[in-house]
């Protein structure tokens, strides 16, 4: 039986260990903060208990001796207890008071740090903590002390002399009278200063004063906790190095409405553009069973999705069947990404349309001589192409291989895309499922292509953007452009 007291970092989910993931991963019981990154519980054991003990400064508390009634009550019985903290653990986190609990009561522990947001905050706002020409020091300290401490702590005429640069954790309510005390301990006030809120989140905002305006801009540009204030002339660095809020989405909230086992790749691409992203899925793919369509004959297959390769795919292995099934056949796919599924599994796409629609896949194949074709799909599409070439003369053969299911929102899901900027569609199925769903349709609303936002405006709902070329990229790039114009 041990306990882990893990750093979770500041934030941002890329900035967790690998080995607080593995612990996350195998802990019975985990304990944990407020101040966690999004999703850091989504690898967590199904039967993990899970025991909130978050802290928010002039609100809600779960007091620290309750947390350490838990940590010895499961630490004594559970195999793996996690006590996740958000940032590093023995940084202002009360790791140290919680591992010298732990080791009184006999109770074995390990230290997993993290990367903590005095460091992290700055650097994602453009502020190194230290530079060769500007600060060879930096020092951190909290602004938030033991409420029954008699008298500070700091030796703030110390701090004040200090060369290098300050990181104040926890400061923003004392922010005015912590910059009073350095000015009287000697500091410049018109030394560069900043304050980073919510450092390394999508939400991120970050304020450029000096040591004697910072607390009133803050107030003005009503900047809260969490935030990391950063006194120094390193701050000024900030103009020259800022990356993080200048990236093309940034904060903006984008939903992600895609079935489940898609939207993570959509949601990675636009969290990398900065954007905070509510995945919302309305539907799921089920794959339907049956045996592999009859290729005797077959001069043409066309799938039309990349679900249709995943559950054609599917049948073959099945089957005990593999892509050398195709051999000979000519082999379209209705767009890129239906192409790289295709390719994952040893088959390149002879035929790709300009447009990824069904009515682009007619143009592609107007000028092919077709005896036969097997047209790959969901239960729900289109009869575009498969009515043109039967109108050419063309035996077609449909193979249903699979099939969408609704998906509902909860209500915290609800909630949450009340307030999306965007709303994304990439298919005329989960566009119909959102709303289905009761999906608000709040933002600005983003369509994949025609036959998406034909599904929206059959239901009444505008869309304010088409992607151009009917594709990921497409639609990424749109929503971008639209997000800047």
Same mark, same amino acid.
């Given at each position: 039986?041990?306990?882990?007291?893990?750093?979770?970092?500041?934030?941002?989910?890329?900035?967790?260990?690998?080995?607080?993931?593995?612990?996350? +991963?195998?802990?019975? #019981?985990?304990?944990?903060?407020?101040?966690?990154?999004?999703? *850091?519980?989504?690898?967590?054991?199904?039967?993990?208990?899970?025991?909130?003990?978050?802290?928010?400064?002039?609100?809600?508390?779960?007091?620290?001796?309750?947390?350490?009634?838990?940590?010895? /009550?499961?630490?004594?019985?559970?195999?793996?207890?996690?006590?996740?903290?958000?940032?590093?653990?023995?940084?202002?986190?009360?790791?140290?008071?919680?591992?010298?609990?732990?080791?009184?009561?006999?109770?074995?522990?390990? =230290?997993?740090?993290?990367?903590?947001?005095?460091?992290?905050?700055?650097?994602?706002?453009?502020?190194?903590?230290?530079?060769?020409?500007?600060?060879?020091?930096?020092?951190?300290?909290?602004?938030?002390?033991?409420?029954?401490?008699?008298?500070?702590?700091?030796? %703030?005429?110390?701090?004040?002399?200090?060369?290098?640069?300050?990181?104040?954790?926890?400061?923003?309510?004392?922010?005015?009278?912590?910059?009073?005390?350095?000015? !009287?301990?000697? !500091?410049?006030?018109?030394?560069?200063?900043?304050?980073?809120?919510?450092?390394?989140?999508?939400?991120?905002?970050?304020?450029?004063?000096?040591?004697?305006?910072?607390?009133?801009? +803050?107030?003005?540009?009503?900047?809260?906790?969490?935030?990391?204030?950063?006194?120094?002339?390193?701050?000024?660095?900030?103009?020259?190095? +800022? %990356?993080?809020?200048?990236?093309?989405?940034?904060?903006?909230?984008?939903?992600?409405?895609?079935?489940?086992?898609?939207?993570?790749?959509?949601?990675?691409?636009?969290?990398?553009?900065?954007?905070?992203?509510?995945?919302?899925?309305?539907?799921?793919?089920?794959?339907?069973?049956?045996?592999?369509? $009859?290729?005797?004959?077959?001069?043409?297959?066309?799938?039309?999705?990349?679900?249709?390769?995943?559950?054609?795919?599917?049948?073959?292995?099945?089957?005990? #069947?593999?892509?050398?099934?195709?051999?000979?056949?000519?082999?379209?796919?209705?767009?890129?990404?239906?192409?790289?599924?295709?390719?994952?599994?040893?088959?390149?796409?002879?035929?790709?349309?300009?447009?990824?629609?069904?009515?682009?896949?007619? /143009?592609?194949?107007? *000028?092919?001589? =077709?005896?036969?074709?097997?047209?790959?799909?969901?239960?729900?599409?289109?009869?575009?192409?498969?009515?043109?070439?039967?109108?050419?003369?063309?035996? #077609?053969?449909?193979?249903?291989?699979? /099939?969408?299911?609704?998906?509902?929102?909860?209500?915290?899901?609800?909630?949450?895309?009340?307030? +999306?900027?965007?709303?994304?569609?990439?298919?005329?199925?989960?566009?119909?499922?959102?709303? $289905?769903?009761?999906?608000?349709? *709040?933002?600005?609303?983003?369509?994949?292509?025609?036959?998406?936002?034909?599904?929206?405006?059959?239901?009444?709902?505008?869309?304010?953007?088409?992607?151009?070329?009917?594709?990921?990229?497409?639609?990424?790039?749109?929503?971008?452009?639209?997000?800047?114009?």
């Amino acid at each position: 039986m041990t306990v882990y007291l893990v750093g979770a970092g500041p934030g941002d989910p890329g900035l967790m260990t690998r080995r607080s993931l593995e612990l996350i +991963a195998a802990a019975d #019981v985990i304990v944990y903060d407020r101040l966690i990154p999004d999703g *850091a519980l989504d690898g967590a054991r199904p039967d993990a208990e899970l025991i909130f003990v978050g802290k928010e400064g002039g609100g809600e508390q779960v007091p620290q001796a309750q947390t350490d009634r838990l940590l010895l /009550e499961h630490g004594a019985r559970a195999g793996i207890v996690v006590r996740l903290k958000g940032g590093d653990p023995f940084v202002f986190g009360r790791g140290g008071e919680e591992a010298e609990l732990l080791r009184a009561a006999g109770i074995e522990f390990e =230290i997993v740090p993290g990367v903590t947001a005095g460091i992290a905050a700055p650097a994602y706002a453009g502020i190194p903590v230290t530079h060769r020409d500007l600060a060879s020091s930096v020092a951190f300290l909290t602004g938030h002390e033991d409420p029954a401490k008699t008298e500070s702590a700091h030796d %703030w005429d110390a701090l004040a002399a200090f060369p290098g640069t300050l990181c104040v954790y926890m400061g923003v309510r004392q922010l005015e009278g912590i910059a009073a005390r350095l000015i !009287r301990g000697g !500091r410049d006030p018109d030394e560069p200063a900043a304050l980073v809120q919510r450092g390394t989140f999508p939400t991120q905002r970050t304020v450029r004063a000096t040591l004697g305006t910072l607390a009133v801009v +803050a107030r003005e540009q009503r900047i809260g906790a969490p935030a990391i204030a950063v006194f120094g002339p390193v701050a000024q660095m900030r103009e020259q190095i +800022a %990356w993080f809020e200048r990236r093309p989405l940034h904060g903006r909230t984008v939903a992600v409405t895609r079935a489940r086992a898609q939207a993570s790749g959509l949601a990675v691409r636009l969290a990398a553009l900065g954007a905070r992203v509510i995945e919302a899925p309305t539907i799921r793919i089920v794959e339907l069973p049956g045996p592999v369509p $009859d290729l005797t004959g077959v001069d043409l297959i066309v799938f039309s999705s990349a679900n249709g390769v995943g559950a054609f795919f599917g049948r073959l292995a099945a089957a005990a #069947v593999d892509a050398r099934a195709l051999a000979g056949l000519r082999v379209a796919a209705m767009g890129p990404g239906t192409a790289r599924a295709l390719a994952e599994r040893g088959v390149r796409a002879d035929i790709i349309p300009d447009r990824f629609i069904a009515e682009g896949m007619v /143009e592609a194949l107007s *000028a092919l001589t =077709i005896a036969r074709a097997l047209i790959v799909g969901g239960r729900e599409g289109r009869d575009v192409l498969a009515d043109a070439l039967t109108a050419r003369g063309v035996a #077609v053969e449909v193979a249903v291989v699979y /099939e969408n299911v609704v998906d509902p929102l909860t209500p915290e899901t609800l909630t949450a895309l009340a307030g +999306a900027d965007y709303l994304t569609f990439t298919s005329a199925s989960s566009a119909r499922n959102y709303l $289905d769903a009761g999906g608000p349709v *709040a933002g600005r609303r983003v369509s994949i292509g025609p036959a998406t936002s034909a599904a929206l405006t059959e239901r009444g709902v505008s869309v304010d953007v088409e992607a151009t070329p009917h594709d990921l990229d497409g639609l990424i790039g749109a929503l971008v452009a639209d997000a800047q114009s």
